[in-house]
């Protein structure tokens, strides 16, 4: 069993930034993909970014592409989500993902989710 805890979410003004962790707990993270995905209100969970075991692969959804940044530290068992240029339409909680394949950890069907972390970005 793996267990993840997200934090570092909270309110932003359009513009500013934050950085969301990931700590897991249970065994370690070097043992799995890692991703984050985030539902917005009143909207499906979407995939944001996901990074491989070990940290040399990274994918991003297109509407976050060039402003957010995953990675990962496994001697820490963190994985990381920098955000950069947050717009409202980034307002969602965000969820960290755990799986053995990377390929299905992107998809959303991998094995833990942690219980997410409200950003808000303001306008």
């Known amino acids: 069993q793996v267990q993840l805890v997200e934090s570092g979410g909270g309110l932003v003004q359009a513009g500013g930034s934050l950085r969301l962790s990931c700590a897991a707990s249970?065994?370690?993270?070097?043992?799995?993909?890692m991703a984050w995905f985030r539902q917005a209100p009143g909207k499906e969970r979407e995939f944001v970014a996901s990074?491989?075991?070990?940290?040399?692969?990274?994918y991003y959804a297109d509407s976050v592409k060039g402003r957010f940044t995953i990675s990962r530290d496994n001697a820490k068992n963190t994985v990381y989500l920098e955000m950069n240029s947050l717009t409202p339409e980034d307002t969602a909680v965000y969820y960290c993902?755990?799986?053995?394949?990377?390929?299905?950890?992107?998809?959303?069907?991998?094995?833990?989710w942690g219980q997410g972390t409200q950003v808000t970005v303001s306008s």
């Open positions: 993902h755990a799986g053995v394949l990377s390929t299905v950890v992107r998809i959303g069907e991998g094995d833990y």
């Open positions: 249970g065994r370690t993270v070097s043992s799995y993909g």
């Open positions: 990074i491989n075991r070990s940290g040399e692969s990274t």
